[in-house]
C-alpha cells in the first residue's frame, strides 16, 4: 500500500460519505430564475397596492381591498409555483448530467427537512390572514422560509444555510418596518435568490 | 511501518466495499436501490460485494415486505463500523507515517 493508494482510498470514503448524505443536483440557475420571477411579482404586487387604488398610504390599500388581497395572494402563488417547476426541471437536467436519480434518498430527506417548516409557517400566515393580521405575512415568509432553508442546508449544499440565515434576518427587520412587506419580499427572494444562484453558478457549475 | 500495514483490513482493499462501508457509515440504513445508485454500481457487482461484507459479519441484512413488496435494507454491524474506523486510522497513520 503506497502512500497515493491511501490517499486515494481516504477520497473514495471522504466523495462517499458525502454523496450518500447530500442532494447536489440543485442548479444555481433556477435560483437566479426564482429570484427574477419574485421580482416580477414584487413589481406588479407594488403596482396593485399603490396605483389601483391610488392611495399613497400603503397599509390601508392592503388591508381594505379584498380584491387586492385576492390578486396579492395569487401573484404569489404563481411566483412559487413558477419557482418550484424552475427548480424541478434543472435539478432533473443536472441529476441527469450527473448520471444520478433525482429521486432518490437524499432528495427525500432534503424535501422532508425543507417541507416541515415550509408547511407549519404556510398554516400559520393562512391563519393570520384569516384573522386579518396581514401585517404578519411578509415577515413569516421570510422567516419560515429561511429556516426551512437552514435546516434543509444540512443535505445539501452547505452554502444553502447562508441564504437560509439572510432570509431569515431579512424576515425580521421586515417585522421591525411594518408596511414595507413588498421590499423586503423583493429583496430577499428576489435579490438574495438572484446573488446566491449567481454565486453557486460561478462555484459549482461552470 | 509493518504494524501499520498490519493493522489494514483486506476487506476494504477493494474500492467498492470501501465505498459501501463509507455509505453505511453515514445511513443508519439503506435499501439496495439506495446503495447503487450512491455508488454507481450494477446489481450484480453489488450484490457480490455486499455478501462478501456479509460473510465477515460487517453488515446486516433485513428483509421485510412493505405492503406486497419486498424490501430489503443493509446496515452496518457494530463489528463492522469498529473495523471501518480502524481502518482509516490506519490509512491515516500511513500517510502520516510517509512523510
Request: net charge positive; charged share 20%; hydrophobic share 45%.
Amino acid at each position: 500500500m503506497t502512500n497515493t493508494k491511501a490517499l486515494e482510498d481516504i477520497k473514495t470514503i471522504r466523495q462517499m460519505m458525502e454523496r450518500s448524505v447530500r442532494f447536489s443536483s440543485l442548479s444555481g440557475i433556477s435560483g437566479i430564475l426564482a429570484g427574477i420571477y419574485a421580482l416580477i411579482g414584487s413589481y406588479l404586487g407594488y403596482r396593485i397596492v399603490y396605483l389601483e387604488n391610488t392611495i399613497l398610504k400603503y397599509r390601508e390599500a392592503y388591508v381594505l381591498e379584498n380584491q387586492t388581497l385576492i390578486h396579492l395572494i395569487i401573484i404569489a402563488l404563481a411566483v412559487l409555483v413558477a419557482s418550484v417547476l424552475t427548480g424541478y426541471l434543472f435539478s432533473r437536467q443536472k441529476a441527469r448530467a450527473q448520471g444520478r436519480k433525482l429521486w432518490d434518498r437524499s432528495t427525500r430527506r432534503v424535501l422532508i427537512n425543507f417541507s416541515f417548516p415550509m408547511v407549519i409557517g404556510g398554516l400559520l400566515i393562512l391563519i393570520m390572514i384569516s384573522r386579518a393580521y396581514y401585517g404578519t405575512v411578509a415577515p413569516l415568509t421570510l422567516i419560515f422560509y429561511g429556516v426551512a432553508l437552514f435546516g434543509a442546508g444540512n443535505f445539501t449544499l452547505k452554502e444553502i444555510k447562508w441564504l437560509g440565515a439572510v432570509q431569515t434576518l431579512i424576515g425580521l427587520t421586515s417585522a421591525i418596518y411594518p408596511g414595507y412587506g413588498i421590499v423586503f419580499w423583493a429583496l430577499g427572494f428576489g435579490v438574495m435568490h438572484i446573488i446566491y444562484g449567481a454565486a453557486m453558478y460561478l462555484k459549482y457549475e461552470r | 511501518m509493518k504494524e501499520v500495514i498490519k493493522q489494514l483490513d483486506k476487506a476494504f482493499e477493494n474500492r467498492i466495499r470501501l465505498g459501501i462501508m463509507s455509505v453505511l457509515m453515514t445511513e443508519e440504513s439503506i435499501t439496495f436501490n439506495d446503495l447503487k445508485s450512491a455508488l454507481e454500481l450494477t446489481d450484480g457487482n453489488l450484490a457480490s460485494h455486499l455478501k462478501a461484507l456479509e460473510k465477515k459479519q460487517y453488515v446486516e441484512v433485513e428483509k421485510k415486505f412493505v405492503g406486497r413488496k419486498p424490501n430489503t435494507t443493509y446496515r452496518a454491524t457494530k463489528m463492522g463500523k469498529k473495523a471501518f474506523r480502524n481502518h482509516l486510522e490506519a490509512l491515516e497513520k500511513l500517510i502520516a507515517g510517509n512523510h
